[in-house]
Antibody, heavy 122, light 108 residues
Framework: QVQLHESGPGLVKPSETLSLMCTVS?????????WGWIRQPPGKGLQWLGT???????YYSPSLKSRLSISLDTSKNSFSLSLTSVTAADTAIYYC???????????????WGQGALVTVSS | SYVLTQPPSVSVAPGETARITCGGD??????VHWYQQKPGQAPVVAIF???DRPSGIPERFSGSKFGSTATLTISRVEAGDEAAYHC???????????FGGGTKLTVL
């Protein structure tokens, strides 16, 4: 069973960088699949942020591409999110998830972490 | 950019059938995935690749597509089905994942 767990600061100051790590167990991130980040502002819907596949191919939301970076760390079997120049609008629950892929298309998010609430405030 | 449209809310009585729609251009040519999200929990796949149901999801849950709309149907609705439901696709043209706005299912 694949399990994911997000970790990182719960409070980030405006204009600073939000960094989160997702630790994966039960599956080697270098063996396959893609690894994504999704967020959910309080009381709102899901917003995809970006996905990186085990091949190194990455996909980012156009609205966040200039501020967003996702990386894989095979030594720690984890992947990370970095979002620069944050504002209050970036306050949300951040989820990491596995994403299936087939024929060059991204698929469903089969396994999710429990989510990490990140608040942007001074 | 690609947009998926869901009704904000759907209400049904126990034992009835709930239909949650997800509208989008050319959705017939995309794979649609549905997630169930209960309060305070992470989303869980309810239907993937349009029609497939993961193990652990009751047979009462089914997916369909017609024209520009995909539909999640929940038959014989139970109180435990009360949750938010989100649809999701991969838009190849823009190379991005898109979620619908989510639908809150209320069991009366």
């Amino acid at each position: 069973q694949v399990q994911l767990h997000e970790s990182g600061p719960g409070l980030v100051k405006p204009s600073e960088t939000l960094s989160l790590m997702c630790t994966v167990s039960g599956y080697s991130i270098s063996a396959g699949l893609c690894w994504g980040w999704i967020r959910q502002p309080p009381g709102k819907g899901l917003q995809w942020l970006g996905t990186m596949c085990h091949t190194g191919t990455s996909y980012y939301s156009p609205s966040l591409k200039s501020r967003l970076s996702i990386s894989l760390d095979t030594s720690k079997n984890s992947f990370s999110l970095s979002l620069t120049s944050v504002t209050a609008a970036d306050t949300a629950i951040y989820y990491c998830a596995t994403e299936t892929t087939s024929g060059g298309k991204l698929g469903d998010f089969a396994y999710w972490g429990q989510g990490a609430l990140v608040t942007v405030s001074s | 950019s690609y947009v998926l449209t869901q009704p904000p809310s759907v209400s049904v009585a126990p034992g009835e059938t709930a239909r949650i729609t997800c509208g989008g251009d050319n959705i017939a040519n995309k794979h649609v995935h549905w997630y169930q999200q209960k309060p305070g929990q992470a989303p869980v796949v309810a239907i993937f690749y349009d029609y497939d149901r993961p193990s652990g999801i009751p047979e009462r849950f089914s997916g369909s597509k017609f024209g520009s709309t995909a539909t999640l149907t929940i038959s014989r609705v139970e109180a435990g089905d009360e949750a938010a439901y989100h649809c999701q696709v991969w838009d190849k043209t823009s190379a991005q994942v898109v979620f619908g706005g989510g639908t809150k299912l209320t069991v009366l």
